[in-house]
């Protein structure tokens, strides 16, 4: 018979590389406490996988580039996250595996184990306190990030948004006002509204869709908006107010 016990060692030894991946992936975002991405995540096994087969039955060919292998299946777990929090998560994953993985077992060879485990600790350790450093300057704590979908009769676009709990701009009937960058142009015009603050009056058009879609709890919820675009940070900013703050 073609499939023979060896065949079998061979998934398994595929089967266990791909579970161990999987689970330094989950302990990278989980430590980072960022909402992992499932399709990432399966694209990132997948090539894991092949990964783990090309070099099962073509090791020699593969060796030369089993390096950058892995960083690209590393970085495929975290592609969907904005840059600097895909390094961060992308060198705690590799920490992990060289640490407590089977690509330990590839600096083995250079030095000596113990001391590779005490390095990858304290990289991690130095990561931690980079990440905390940048959180502390760039992140406010008041500002949540959400998965928003935007759709007029052209196309739809899936952003993150961010949740400024400062902010209930609203119309004069009520309705939130949801900021979006000035290069993301989608929807139509509606009208021209005042927005009143302590030192100024500013006029600015807003713009309605077709629908606007926060997702809550692993389920997108429609609401009720108007569009304006402005200079910010973040690609879509909205208030409380839309999430019943």
């Not at 266990?16 to 999987?22: A, F, G, K, S, Y």
């Amino acid at each position: 018979m073609l499939y023979t016990y060896a065949m079998k060692y061979i998934e398994l030894i595929v089967l266990v590389n791909v579970l161990i991946h999987l689970c330094f992936v989950k302990i990278a975002y989980f430590i980072l406490r960022v909402k992992p991405s499932t399709i990432a995540i399966c694209i990132s096994c997948l090539l894991d996988g092949i990964y783990m087969l090309l070099y099962i039955y073509i090791p020699y060919q593969i060796e030369p580039y089993r390096y950058l292998c892995i960083l690209i299946v590393s970085l495929s777990a975290f592609i969907t996250k904005r840059p600097t929090k895909a390094l961060f998560l992308c060198f705690i994953y590799l920490m992990l595996n060289f640490t407590l993985g089977g690509s330990a077992g590839i600096l083995h060879k250079i030095m000596n184990h113990f001391v590779v485990v005490f390095i990858c600790l304290g990289g991690i350790l130095l990561i931690f306190t980079c990440y905390a450093i940048y959180k502390k300057f760039h992140f406010r704590p008041d500002v949540l990030e959400y998965e928003v979908c935007i759709e007029d009769e052209n196309r739809t676009l899936y952003l993150s948004g961010f949740c400024d709990t400062g902010n209930f701009l609203t119309t004069e009937d009520n309705i939130p006002i949801v900021f979006l960058k000035r290069n993301l142009q989608i929807g139509r015009y509606y009208k021209t509204i005042t927005i009143h603050s302590v030192s100024t009056n500013k006029k600015i058009p807003i713009f309605a869709v077709k629908s606007f879609k926060i997702k809550i709890k692993n389920k997108y919820v429609e609401k009720d908006v108007y569009l304006a675009y402005g200079d910010i940070a973040f690609n879509v900013m909205f208030g409380s107010n839309l999430l019943g703050g």
